[in-house]
Every structure is written in C-alpha cells, then in structure tokens.
C-alpha cells in the first residue's frame, strides 16, 4: 500500500470486532512510530499500550464513557515526557508526540486496523490508571483493532483544497 492509499484509508473508527492484535503486529507498528522526527531528535515520549480489558475499562470510563474505547483490543496512550517549548512558543512533545501518533494512524490503516484519536479524557484520572509520572502529560489515547466494517466503502468528507489553502499570505 502507498502512503497516498493509507491516509484516504485512514477513518476515526469507533466499531471494533473481538479479535485480538497479534503482538507482533503491534510492536512493528510501534516501530513505525518510533522512527517519527522530533525536535532536536529528542523522543520526549512514552506509550503505554493497553491490552488488559479491566484497564481498557476505566479507560473508558475515564474518557467520557465512551464505550468503544474498551471494546478495541488495544489502547494506546501517546506520552509526552517533557514540556520543552520551540522559540515559536509552542510545546514540542505535543507536535512530536502528534507526528508519531499519526504514523500509527497510517500503519495501521496499511495493516486493516482501525484507530481513533480520543482528546475527550480526564487527565489526571488516566495518568492515575496508567500509573504516569505527575510531571509528564497524556496527550492523547488510541484505540486500536480491527473495525467492524470495510474502511475502504466510505466517502471521508473534507472541506475543498481552496477553503484550506492560501499562498503567500493567510488572506
């Protein structure tokens, strides 16, 4: 599959099918996602990967009870490890971390996996559940498993390239 066929592949999948990940897929995913770039080639990141159903459970309960979150065999949480700002004053760990999640997105829609980046958590409840430092931050969790449907049948609905790109200026 090319990079091009696995982000129009890619799908917020919140239906999850009771197959487990093979472990081994799971770790050359996370290969994937451990040669992302980072500022100064620092890797300000951990990632916890849940596959324990009682974990996933109040994981769940801890991200608005959103109930797909247990029902993926595999949650991973995206850490970021230190708050270093880049001299444009935004967090690097938080870009880096994203940049390495996303790589997950799209090795995962190469492997038929569904995932879905989940914002809407208790911070401190989840950093309690995963046992996270308290000087460290989650930025993000993610379910991961095999979806219930075909990713490759729905449309994705974007606005048109005009209404998101400007040249030379924002105007």
């Not at 999948?13 to 995913?29: A, N, Q, T, Y």
Request: hydrophobic letters at 40%; one cysteine or more.
């Amino acid at each position: 599959m090319e990079v091009k066929e696995a982000i129009l592949r890619r799908r917020s999948v919140r239906s999850f099918k009771e197959k487990d990940v093979p472990r081994e897929l799971l770790e050359d995913i996370m290969e994937s996602v451990r040669m992302a770039p980072s500022a100064s080639n620092r890797q300000d990141w951990q990632f916890v990967l849940v596959d324990d159903s009682a974990t996933r459970e109040k994981l769940a309960r801890a991200a608005s009870n959103q109930n797909f979150v247990k029902e993926a065999p595999v949650v991973v949480a995206g850490i970021n490890t230190e708050m270093k700002m880049m001299s444009c004053g935004v967090k690097a760990g938080t870009v880096d971390l994203a940049i390495a999640m996303d790589h997950l997105t799209l090795r995962a829609a190469e492997e038929g996996l569904g995932t879905c980046w989940i914002g809407a958590f208790d911070q401190e409840k989840t950093k309690e559940i995963l046992s996270v430092p308290e000087d460290s931050k989650v930025i993000t969790l993610m379910p991961l498993g095999y979806p219930t449907y075909d990713l490759t049948k729905e449309n994705k609905r974007r606005k048109a390239l005009e209404e998101i790109i400007n040249y030379n200026s924002f105007e």
